[in-house]
């Protein structure tokens, strides 16, 4: 059965500083890939997916993602945190092709300090 | 643009009653929208996708008689939870694509069941 962990609940930075929230899937055929963020009063943003070809992803926002087949892992990277970025961040995979049926994680709550 | 509405954005209804909860598609016609439901500090789970026209699929343990939902249009599906009990208290997710690359989400609808 597919799943996907992202082991950390919180994480706090201070602005200027590098990020990297990890993910990490298990799914028996090829994933897609997807990082999104949930601002309060917001719907969920995609920040960017990985369906095939080059592993890393560039996003909206500055963001971009890895993914590793070898580790399972999608993890999403930002190289100078804005305050804006504090929220909450969510990967997910789809259990279908495409944008279908997606199955997240558990979220990583994202504290940008000055 | 695809931008996608809900409302009421928070509601409280007393026990025994129901509830709709609308999921519009404001610049897009949706092939497929889903309904998804996210606790407290936890992720987003879905409960079901329905393409117009079409009567919805339920995820497993997801109860069909409790929540229904009615894809009567290309931009909007409704979610109705009937004879509402505190335990439906959560926050509702809707989302909706028209291509096979991205769901779009709502801002959500915070249910409170007192």
């Known amino acids: 059965a597919q799943s996907v962990t992202q082991p950390d609940i919180h994480i706090t930075v201070s602005e200027g500083a590098s990020l990297e929230l990890r993910c990490n899937y298990s799914?028996?055929?090829?994933?897609?890939l997807f990082w999104y963020v949930q601002s309060p009063g917001q719907g969920l943003q995609l920040l960017l997916k990985y369906f095939s070809g080059d592993t890393l992803v560039q996003g909206i926002k500055g963001f971009e993602a890895e993914f590793k087949r070898s580790q399972s892992s999608f993890n999403l990277r930002k190289p100078s945190v804005h305050w804006s970025d504090a929220a909450e961040y969510f990967c997910a995979v789809s259990r279908g092709t495409g944008a279908n049926n997606l199955f997240f994680g558990t979220g990583t709550r994202l504290t940008v300090i000055p | 643009g695809a931008v996608v509405s809900q409302h009421p954005s928070w509601v409280i209804c007393k026990s025994g009653t129901s509830v709709k909860i609308e999921c519009r598609s404001l610049?897009?016609?949706?092939?497929?929208m889903f309904w998804y439901r996210q606790f407290p500090k936890q992720s987003l789970m879905l409960m079901a996708t329905?393409?117009?026209?079409?009567?919805?699929?339920?995820e497993q343990g997801v109860e069909k008689d409790k929540f229904l939902i009615n894809h009567a249009s290309l931009t909007l599906s409704t979610l109705t939870v009937t004879s509402a009990h505190p335990e439906d208290s959560s926050f509702y997710i809707c989302?909706?694509?028209?291509?096979?690359?991205?769901?779009?989400f709502g801002p959500g609808t915070r249910l409170t069941v007192t």
């Open positions: 799914y028996g055929a090829t994933p897609y």
């Open positions: 329905s393409n117009e026209g079409s009567k919805a699929t339920y």
């Open positions: 610049d897009f016609q949706a092939t497929t």
């Open positions: 989302s909706a694509k028209f291509s096979s690359y991205e769901q779009y």
